[in-house]
């Protein structure tokens, strides 16, 4: 007598899966045993990987891409998410896109604020005519809001009292008498080529301001790589 008999074999599971990672796209299956208690035996089960994409079309990188990295290459670094996008609060799109290297000015009487991306040299341009009582002020603070001292005194400082009255600028805490000029007796006036340059640190801000009856022509010129 011949009796047939059947194995119950047990239940597969099997999965297609598909990339598609435009331009091209790569299907491979993966099949894993359903042993009893459900639970996957890695030893046994065959563990599949990708497959490399077979021929694929890569889209070249856009002209125009190419073009706006070489010129602002700073755009294209990675953001800290503690640090701001630009340097200059409210800033426009020039601002925000200008080179590592930069200039800004404080032109008239007014107030202005950057924090220094990474660490860096600033330099300040300064002309302060006036003629009566006028000021200008620079202060370095730390990031956690507490201003720089020099010799107990703010970063820049100038105080005119008039058009002909000896009044130096100071910088560091430290007068500069060659910010003043003698144009005749008892007549001094501002040189119109002061420059002056520290160091910043990143994450530290620069104030600078101007006020009084400071004229119009009057400016302080911010340039380095650090905004």
Do not use: C
């Amino acid at each position: 007598m011949f009796v047939a008999g059947f194995m119950v074999l047990p239940e597969l599971f099997a999965a297609k899966i598909e990339f598609d990672i435009f331009p091209a796209t790569t299907t491979f299956n993966v099949e894993r045993l359903n042993p009893e208690g459900g639970a996957v035996d890695l030893e046994s089960s065959q563990q599949t990987s990708a497959s490399e994409v077979p021929n694929p079309n890569v889209t070249p990188v856009p002209g125009f891409i190419s073009t706006i990295a070489a010129e602002f290459p700073h755009i294209f670094t990675l953001p800290k998410s503690s640090q701001p996008v630009s340097s200059v609060p409210n800033a426009t799109i020039p601002e925000v896109m200008r080179p590592p290297f930069s200039e800004t000015a404080l032109e008239g009487k007014g107030e202005k604020e950057l924090v220094a991306l990474r660490d860096g040299q600033v330099t300040l341009k300064i002309l302060l005519s006036t003629y009566t009582d006028a000021s200008m002020e620079a202060h370095l603070y730390e990031a956690d809001g507490s201003e720089v001292w020099f010799k107990g005194s703010s970063l820049l400082s100038w105080h005119r009292l008039d058009d002909k009255t000896y009044t130096p600028l100071q910088f560091k805490g430290t007068a500069d008498p060659s910010s003043m000029q003698l144009a005749k007796a008892g007549d001094y006036s501002p040189k119109d080529d002061l420059s002056y340059s520290f160091d910043i640190k990143e994450g530290q801000k620069l104030v600078i301001k101007t006020s009084g009856n400071a004229e119009s022509k009057s400016y302080i010129k911010v340039s380095g790589s650090a905004f």
